[in-house]
């Protein structure tokens, strides 16, 4: 659910006191906004080497997949190898834990369900 506005959000207030809601205050426009936008030639304009080439698909996955993993905030070796040593001592506790626990039940089983 997207998140509501703040003249939203005070329109619902004022229907909620009883009061009639504010009319939203109209949008000025910055003066560089009124300036017609300058209109584009018919030359074919030169590509930016991060926006992907249009009729290629897998051409244009790749260069975005590039430009997504220049933005990336790569771990260093250091936090790399501790991150590496928490996940295998949280997988051997895990597997000792699963280990007695079908031991345990392997046990009941054979000796108390079976007899």
Known sequence: ?????RQQRRQRRAQAAGTPPLRPAPRQRP??????????SAAPRAERPDEPRSGIPF???????IAELKKVE????????SGTAVVIVAC????????????????VVHHLLLR
């Open 1 to 5: 659910m997207a998140r509501s506005t």
């Open 31 to 40: 003066a560089e906004e009124e300036q017609p936008a300058p209109v584009e």
């Open 59 to 65: 051409v244009g996955f790749v260069q975005e997949a």
């Open 74 to 81: 790569w771990p260093s070796q250091q936090a790399v190898v």
């Open 92 to 107: 051997l506790i895990v597997g000792t834990y699963l280990y007695a626990n079908d031991q345990v039940w392997k046990y």
